[in-house]
């Protein structure tokens, strides 16, 4: 178990904005960073990812390991997360349905597009097992997977050259923003909510800086300068988000995913905001986490835990939302429904380890 | 050329007992030398099967079930399913005999896979407007209006440039109980972004179901989509209120394994297209021709809007 640390911390802030945020119109909502800000907790989700490949492909001591391990490490990883997205999207489908059965309500079949399931499950199972059928709230683990599994290329690319590695992930995203690549959904048409050749930058980011920061100080040197920038840009952000304040995707000079703010292609926009949120609030964690230590632990944990907590968190979500619509919300309901995850995503964390704990120490039968 | 179809037409719609105001159709049709748009009816008419000019239908022995150009299972009166309003750029579109484009959003397929409602709502689209190329972009649009969807809708816009933009909204915002004022804002805003861009709306509301009927913040969304339809100027698609009215007829034949709210459900997804097309086609028909200034402020819709039940 690795000791509290602040790509742990902040993953574990993530995932809770990010179970907040999926419960929509929710009293906490408007309390998550997400609403003042171009970027949100998703490109802090999959730096951190990026971020995490990297430690977790070298030694303690910082050198690479075998690239043959590296890669079938990566290869068990997607695998782990395929069959987490499988687990929860059958879920989902069933507490949807199940909620509509029970309640006698088939508007509830529309809820997050699953309606487009049960009206072709012929073709939407196959789609299921492909990653092109999508519930909306439930396509980051589909990009998680495709990111996971491309993520030995960069890696390998990487043992030569960092930079390589890098140029490569950034010719990947300009292509696609200026020809609008992106892979598409199926059954119905459309394309994937989260775009893996725009989002997959923010892996190899992740995965470049944690190299460059393990090899000098420059890094460093260079994000306490940038500090300030941070700072406006963080401000700035702020006033955007406050105001409303965006490009009109219909009068934005070709190629328009250049300047609009869309999640979808992770645009520049959202990008440079998110490494400005970067500069800002990184050195936060050093003078935090002496004086939360509670907090600390709690959200490391998660961070540690991420897969287990943010597969529990789309379904507790769900739930929160469901027990919402029924009840009709309120601040109430809010509190519970929030509170409640919480503790649910904490002991998720806990009981992970302490299955693989339970399960080291005693002898397997 | 286009006289005689006019005739036809309008002499076939008396006949089918037409319900919704026929002379003013008819003199906004030939105001505006709407042939085409005319002769769909009769078109739609018999390829739904309607009897044009039989004995029957002129002295109907039961009350008219609904728009005779809808097929039987999705009759409903004119009045409780559409208000019209205009359609200025589909009808330069057609004036300009280019392809219709469609960005249909929201909603899922219907049951069975072999019909789809995109591929309906084209295939009906293309019954009612001959010699016109539909093609109908369909996507999903998951999250709220009021939170983030508004803002992938535009993306969704710009990149589809399309003629007309056919909306079932609602019943996201609805299921996350979004607060009614934040919904609509949101939503005028970006029906009014929508039509700045000289890009025409239809707005369909959320499903009818009997579950939901009391809830009144159900209700609030449901007329909240109407009032920014009527303030908006556009035509919208009264699903709600349709469902409704099928609900009541009563229903005989088909059950439904899940129960009759289920039944309803499917018989809402499988009318979707015919309804969606018709209200198209009859706003078509009350769209004076285009080359008028679009600043023009919109119309007020031709029908009143009705409250909800409940």
Redesign the interface.
């Known amino acids: 178990m690795r000791d509290p640390n602040a790509i742990d911390f902040w993953r574990g802030f993530a995932l809770i904005t990010i179970f907040i945020n999926h419960i929509?119109?929710n009293t906490f909502?408007r309390y998550t960073f997400s609403q003042y800000g171009i970027s949100d907790a998703a490109e802090l989700f999959v730096f951190l990812a990026g971020w995490s490949i990297g430690i977790a492909t070298r030694g303690r001591d910082g050198n690479p390991e075998p690239p043959g391990r590296s890669v079938v490490r990566l290869l068990a990883r997607t695998v782990e997360v395929y069959r987490a997205q499988l687990t929860v999207m059958l879920l989902a489908l069933a507490i949807i349905a199940g909620a509509a059965?029970l309640?006698?309500?088939?508007?509830?079949?529309?809820?997050?597009?699953a309606?487009?399931f049960?009206?072709?499950p012929?073709?939407s199972v196959c789609g299921m097992a492909l990653l092109t059928y999508q519930?909306?709230?439930f396509?980051i683990l589909p990009l998680y997977v495709l990111l996971i599994g491309i993520a030995p290329v960069f890696v390998l690319v990487g043992r030569v050259s960092l930079l390589a590695a890098l140029a490569l992930s950034v010719g990947v995203y300009l292509a696609s923003l200026i020809f609008?690549w992106n892979l598409p959904?199926w059954?119905?048409?459309?394309d994937w909510?989260f775009d893996p050749f725009c989002w997959q930058l923010l892996l190899v980011l992740g995965f470049v800086l944690q190299g460059w920061n393990l090899r000098s100080d420059i890094l460093r040197r260079w994000a306490r300068r940038l500090f300030p920038m941070g700072v406006v840009i963080v401000l700035l952000g702020i006033l955007l988000a406050v105001t409303e304040i965006?490009p009109?995707?219909?009068l934005v000079p070709e190629p328009?995913l250049l300047f609009?703010?869309?999640?979808?292609y992770l645009t520049p926009a959202r990008l440079l905001h998110f490494l400005g949120v970067l500069l800002a609030f990184a050195p936060l964690y050093r003078v935090l986490a002496p004086r939360i230590g509670r907090i600390v632990g709690y959200l490391t944990q998660m961070g540690r835990n991420s897969l287990a907590v943010f597969s529990m968190g789309s379904i507790l979500s769900l739930i929160g939302?469901l027990v919402?619509?029924q009840t009709?919300?309120g601040v109430l309901i809010d509190m519970l429904v929030a509170g409640s995850g919480l503790v649910g995503l904490g002991f998720t964390a806990w009981f992970v380890e302490w299955r693989s704990r339970s399960r080291s120490s005693r002898p397997r039968t | 050329m286009a006289q005689p179809q006019q005739i036809v037409a309008t002499a076939d719609m008396m006949r089918a007992g037409y319900p919704v105001r026929p002379s003013r159709a008819v003199r906004t049709g030939a105001a505006g030398g709407l042939a085409p748009a005319l002769a769909t009816w009769i078109l739609t008419a018999s390829l739904w099967g309607i009897p044009g000019g039989s004995a029957a239908a002129e002295q109907p022995t039961i009350p008219a079930p609904g728009d005779p150009t809808l097929s039987l299972e999705c009759r409903v009166p004119g009045a409780q399913l559409y208000t019209v309003a205009q359609l200025g750029a589909v009808k330069a579109a057609l004036a300009e005999n280019r392809p219709l484009k469609i960005l249909a959003i929201g909603g899922s397929a219907a049951p069975g896979a072999s019909a789809s409602y995109p591929a309906k709502l084209e295939a009906a689209l293309e019954h009612a407007l001959p010699k016109v190329d539909v093609t109908i972009d369909h996507r999903g649009l998951p999250g709220e209006i009021a939170s983030g969807a508004a803002e992938r809708l535009r993306t969704m816009v710009a990149e589809a440039e399309p003629d007309l933009v056919v909306w079932q909204v609602g019943t996201h915002d609805a299921i996350a109980r979004v607060d009614v004022d934040a919904f609509a804002s949101a939503l005028a805003e970006a029906v009014g972004w929508i039509r700045s861009h000289e890009i025409d709306v239809v707005l369909v509301d959320p499903i009818y179901t009997a579950s939901m009927a009391a809830d009144v913040d159900y209700n609030r969304i449901v007329e909240a989509v109407r009032t920014v339809a009527t303030q908006q100027g556009v035509p919208l698609v009264r699903r709600y209120e349709a469902l409704h009215y099928l609900s009541s007829r009563t229903d005989k034949g088909e059950g439904h394994m899940l129960g009759r709210q289920f039944r309803l459900n499917d018989l809402g997804l499988r009318c979707m297209a015919e309804h969606v097309a018709l209200t198209i086609a009859t706003s078509l028909m009350r769209t004076e021709t285009p080359k008028e200034p679009k600043a023009a402020p919109a119309q007020p819709p031709l029908t009143e809007p009705q409250r909800a039940p409940g």
Do not use: C, V
Not at chain 1, 260 to 264: A, D, H, I, L, S
């Open positions: 929509p119109g909502e059965l309640l006698d309500n088939p508007l509830i079949l529309e809820w997050h597009n309606g487009g049960f009206a072709d012929i073709q519930l909306g709230y396509n609008g959904s059954p119905g048409e459309g909510f965006r009109d995707p219909m328009r609009t703010f869309e999640k979808t939302q919402r619509f009709g919300g």
